[in-house]
């Protein structure tokens, strides 16, 4: 089963990813800040983690540069709230970029699309 990662701040957020995500086969575990997402990837990485970037502490911008320099075969899909996030060149390092949404049709289908440009589905 394909394994992803949900980085995100907010609990409920976390939440609702975790429900949606596992019901269309996903197995999915949560981390709610970038170094215990950092910690997790460390002992067992999964297969794509779906990154929020405002988090406290270390943000998602620098979490996805210390992903890229001891991971770079891991796939990284960033979801903010904040589309203007998109301008940031160190935004670019990520296989897709996706504005949250209630409607989880866009973050579901880059995740599917990454996943098989990878060779990861």
Same mark, same amino acid.
């Given at each position: ?8 701040d907010? @609990?409920?957020?976390?939440k609702?990813y ?10 999915v575990?949560?981390?709610e ?5 950092l ?14 970037? @405002?988090l ?14 001891t991971? @770079? ?11 203007t996030y998109?301008?940031d060149?160190a935004?670019?390092?990520?296989d897709?970029y996706?504005v ?8 579901k ?8 440009? @990878?060779?990861?589905l």
């Amino acid at each position: 089963m394909t394994k992803l990662l949900v980085v995100d701040d907010e @609990r409920n957020i976390r939440k609702l990813y975790e429900s949606e995500l596992t019901r269309v086969g996903y197995e999915v575990e949560t981390a709610e800040s970038a170094e215990e997402a950092l910690e997790m990837i460390a002992k067992a990485p999964p297969d794509l983690v779906v990154l929020d970037i @405002r988090l406290e502490g270390m943000d998602g911008i620098d979490c996805l540069r210390t992903i890229m320099e001891t991971r @770079r075969d891991l796939p990284v899909v960033l979801n903010s709230a904040y589309s203007t996030y998109k301008q940031d060149f160190a935004s670019w390092m990520a296989d897709a970029y996706v504005v949250k949404s209630a409607d989880l049709t866009e973050l579901k289908t880059k995740i599917k699309e990454v996943l098989e440009s @990878r060779g990861k589905l």
